[in-house]
């Protein structure tokens, strides 16, 4: 673009100086040089018009090369990035899936031991009353069969077996 500015301006300086020029050393008559100014203005205002006509059309030419450049570009990146993105929605779904089947395990195994749990305290749960409450109060203080504690809520005195 300054190239362009540059030689329009450099094309409007000569002609003006020409045109000094030739007033100056005119060996003709006023008229005769009126006629040749005024051709020569003339042919200067064509030349000006076609250069800046044939400089839009390059600028035009260029904008329009880059402006499909930039399309082509875009468009490469947006398929670039739907082709990830869709990757990345698979392997989301996939894990999706894996956490889903390892929750329906785990919840399997969850309701399995509850079950075996229930069947197991079903089983033993035709003796006594206190024997029952008394392995429920040892599991929950932490104490072992033989009533002795294991944990850190202290000793019982019961021995685990019916009083």
Excluded: C, H, W
């Amino acid at each position: 673009m300054a190239n362009t500015q540059k030689t329009i301006l450099a094309l409007l300086v000569g002609t003006v100086i020409g045109a000094g020029v030739g007033l100056l050393y005119a060996p003709n008559s006023g008229k005769e040089t009126r006629r040749r100014m005024g051709k020569t203005t003339r042919e200067a205002q064509e030349k000006a018009n076609r250069k800046l006509k044939e400089t839009t059309n390059s600028f035009a030419s260029s904008a329009k090369e880059v402006l499909s450049n930039l399309e082509s570009k875009v468009d490469e990146t947006l398929t670039s990035v739907s082709y990830k993105a869709d990757g990345i929605l698979e392997s989301l779904e996939s894990k999706l899936e894996d956490l889903r089947n390892q929750n329906k395990k785990f919840q399997r195994g969850s309701m399995d031991d509850m079950e075996t749990a229930i069947a197991s305290n079903g089983s033993t749960g035709s003796s006594s009353k206190s024997t029952g409450a008394a392995k429920t109060k040892s599991s929950a203080t932490g104490t072992s069969s033989n009533g002795t504690s294991s944990g850190a809520s202290g000793s019982s005195n019961k021995t685990g077996t019916a009083s």
